[in-house]
């Protein structure tokens, strides 16, 4: 006679016709919670029913049901295990990648043209050991115009055509604020150099917007001459166009310097031939310049006896105008693509 032992319980047939179907792992799960299930599993059912055996009954059938019990285990992590190898090679089907493939290719941003100028010009300064310095766009008009001995009433104030905000407040007409708000906190030796927006009540042409950008420069010490702020320029000016560029200074007024003037280079279409741009003189102007006034210095504190030094500023948007050969300052302004990407 065969022994209990090995003959198969009748659950296991009824198992396995419930396998057969299942086609996912959340069929799975519900099969084991229906045979193996602590609480309700038909195995565990069977198991508990032990109890109502006689002692020598039970060992049989407790060991038929603990085969039952594991077959049903292995037979439960054998189909978990192909279905885990077929998610498997269904996603490395659907991610294939081609190797082949050509790239994506992604547009990369760039400086604007304003910007690289400004920076050109800033990296010069900082070579030359000048410190980059920057202030408030809104401005009082003690510093826009008093502190920089442009009184109240004074031709200047016209000549700026300033934007005026509430609170007697005003938009910087010039870089030059920052001139006084820096010597009011630093003593002499000083050099800086002052890039930003400036902004003045123009109508946009070719030539002008309503903001634009500016550097400024300051140098303060003892002994400071005018062949300082000449020597300084042409430095500056030749690192900017070309070594061979000349540099032309002509008397000029600016209420905040004494002496005044405008400086010129010799023109860097035509070396100083004369052409369309520098309309045949062969000089184009490029900045204002001069020696402090005493006043601004009283303004600050600074002993006018005791210390001198000199002052310039430029328009960062004219000079790029210049070194790209745009001839309408708009195009800077309007940030079109077509033009933006030759740069
Ligand atoms: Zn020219």
């Known amino acids: 006679m065969k022994s209990s032992q090995d003959e198969v ?30 609480s309700r599993g038909l195995v565990s059912l069977e198991l508990r029913n032990l109890k109502a055996l006689s002692p020598q009954n039970r ?13 049903v285990q292995a037979a439960l992590s054998k189909r978990q295990a192909e279905f885990k190898e077929r998610e498997h090679r269904l996603q490395l089907e659907t991610e294939q990648i081609d190797v082949t493939l050509p790239g994506y290719h992604f547009v990369q941003g760039g400086l604007h043209p304003l910007r690289q100028v ?24 003690y510093y826009n115009f008093e502190a920089l001995n442009i009184p109240t009433g004074h031709p ?4 700026q055509d300033t934007l005026y905000l509430a609170n007697k407040l005003l938009l910087r007409t010039h870089t030059s604020p920052v001139q006084i708000r820096t010597m009011e906190k630093q ?18 042409d070719a030539t002008h917007s309503p903001m634009f950008h500016q550097m400024e420069g300051l140098v303060v010490d003892e ?3 005018l062949a300082d702020l000449k020597g300084t320029l042409e430095v500056f000016l030749k690192e900017l166009f070309s070594a061979d560029t000349r540099v032309r200074f002509r008397p000029s007024y600016f209420p905040f310097v004494e002496p005044g003037a ?9 070396a ?48 790029a105008q210049l070194k790209h050969q745009v001839d309408d300052l708009r195009l800077f302004f309007e940030n079109d693509l077509r033009f933006l990407r030759q740069f």
């Open 118 to 141: 400004w920076r050109e010009m800033e990296e010069i300064s900082v070579r030359m050991g000048f410190t980059v310095m920057s202030g408030p766009e809104v401005e009082s008009d």
């Open 156 to 159: 200047a104030r016209d000549d």
């Open 262 to 270: 405008e400086v010129d280079i010799s023109c860097i279409f035509c």
């Open 223 to 225: 002994g400071i001459t």
């Open 9 to 38: 319980h009748p659950l296991w047939d009824d198992f396995c016709r419930d396998l057969e179907p299942v086609s996912g792992s959340g069929e799975l799960t519900a099969l084991k919670d229906k045979y193996l299930s602590r």
């Open 59 to 71: 060992s049989e059938a407790g060991r038929q049901l603990n085969a039952l019990k594991a077959r």
């Open 272 to 319: 100083g031939e004369g052409c369309r741009v520098c309309k045949g003189s062969g000089w184009i102007e490029i900045m204002g310049a001069g020696m402090v006034h005493p006043r601004v210095f009283q303004m600050v504190g600074y002993d006018s006896e005791k210390y001198t030094g000199f002052a310039w500023g430029m328009g960062i948007d004219r000079i």
């Open 187 to 204: 003593d002499p030796p000083l050099r800086i150099v002052v890039p930003g927006r400036v902004y003045r009540r123009d109508a946009t």
